[in-house]
């Protein structure tokens, strides 16, 4: 069959399968993002969840020998949810990114993408093909980039014309020789909305993320949260999106069309205090279904703590001493000391002072100590304000 016509007979069965945009690029090797790669090591800017191979990150044949052709896909999903719960005094709720609603994304790119590849085997009998999304080595915004799908922003997500950079990305690299889409060009403009409102600073510049800064990333981490970042969560449990909120090319943007992408309010947008006591089966149960869930219930509980800390919710203070009494994780005892610290009152005070003498681990330790230091300079304020 000509290359044209396999071309027009995938984007006909994308239509049916309901991607919403699909292109065509080479399988060259991204020689230009390699170098950027190799600086972006250099400078500390990865977060380490890449694939650390770079030559299996910038060459496709790294994975597939014989490959030709990259057939890159992207689905848009919703911004706005309906009836959202509200967070209220007493009933503080944090919540998951957008890119986090609804089912797994990753399943469900990677079933449209088996689809296609199911047409391709159609259309040429014996052709060799292999589909990623997210986990595999490839750059998903590289090669979405090169087919056309969108340009790459200064908040360095991929921004379609049509979703804004609300899309997922995946990809199936493929030894077909199809004709290859033309790549838009940068559109951004003099615009620096995303540069300006990150609150870490973490776009260095434009197109340059250091995700060792960047709350997206660090919401995901399972050790404690550097003291610098608690204050600037603001009840986010899973992910951070502030760059793509400001971004024009995003406003009033809110596809709903997936089914699959449909959030539940509850699920989302959870109340704080019952995530700190959750088993592990309770959480697979409650979010497993979720992108948000890969890295477990730790990072999720540690940033639930942040935000009753952040929030000062005297009505966690029984849930925070249990955990600063019992866990046996050393980053939920800390993280909980600090909220303490936050909160105050003597309650918390002898609870902190007590969990002193018997903790052992050193982190932890630190946390108290800095806990009853807060504590501390709090009550010298205050008698300082009362004598005035
Ligand atoms: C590691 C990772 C992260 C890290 C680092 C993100 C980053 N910007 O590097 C963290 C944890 C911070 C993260 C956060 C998010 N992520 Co993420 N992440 C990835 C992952 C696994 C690898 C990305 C990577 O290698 N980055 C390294 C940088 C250097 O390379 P790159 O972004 O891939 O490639 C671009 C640059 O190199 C640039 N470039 C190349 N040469 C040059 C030269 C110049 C001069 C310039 C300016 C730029 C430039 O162009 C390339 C194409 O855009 C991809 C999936 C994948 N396999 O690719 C998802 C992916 C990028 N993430 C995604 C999403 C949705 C998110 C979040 C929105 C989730 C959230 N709400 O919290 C945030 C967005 C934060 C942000 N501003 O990036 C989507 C992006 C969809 C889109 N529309 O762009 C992806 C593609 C997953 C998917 N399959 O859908 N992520």
Sequence with gaps: MDPEQIKEELKREAERLH?????????????????????????????????PDLEKRTD??????????????????????????????????????????????????????EGLKAKLSELVPGAAAMVM???????????????????????????????????YLGEMITDVQLPPD??????CGDCTACLDACPTGALTEPGRLNSQACLAYLTQTKGFLPEEYRGKLGGSLYGFETCQMVCPYNRGKNFT??????????QVKPLLKPLLHLSNREFRERFGSMAGSWRGKKPIQRNAIIALGWYRDRTAVPDLIHLLETDIRPVIRGTAAWALGRIGGEEVETALRQSKAREQDEQVLKEIASALQARHSEKKAEHRYREA
């Design 19 to 51: 991607i919403d945009k699909i292109g065509f690029a080479s399988a060259e090797p991204f020689t230009e993002l390699k170098q950027r790669l190799i600086r972006h090591r250099k400078a500390g800017f990865e977060s380490g969840f890449e694939e």
């Design 60 to 113: 496709p044949r790294k994975s597939l020998p014989e490959a030709r052709s990259i057939i890159a896909i992207a689905l848009a999903y919703p911004t706005r949810m309906k009836n959202p719960p509200k967070s209220r005094a007493g009933a503080l709720r944090g919540k998951f990114c957008r890119a986090s609603w609804g089912e797994d994304y990753h399943r469900v790119l990677k079933n449209k993408l």
């Design 133 to 167: 999304v997210d986990t595999g080595a490839l750059s998903d915004r590289a090669v979405a980039e090169r087919a056309g799908i969108g340009w790459s922003g200064k908040n360095t997500s991929i921004i379609t014309k049509e979703f804004g950079s609300w899309v």
């Design 182 to 187: 033309e790549p838009i060009t940068q559109a």
């Design 257 to 266: 069309h997936h089914r699959e992408f449909t959030p539940e309010p509850d």
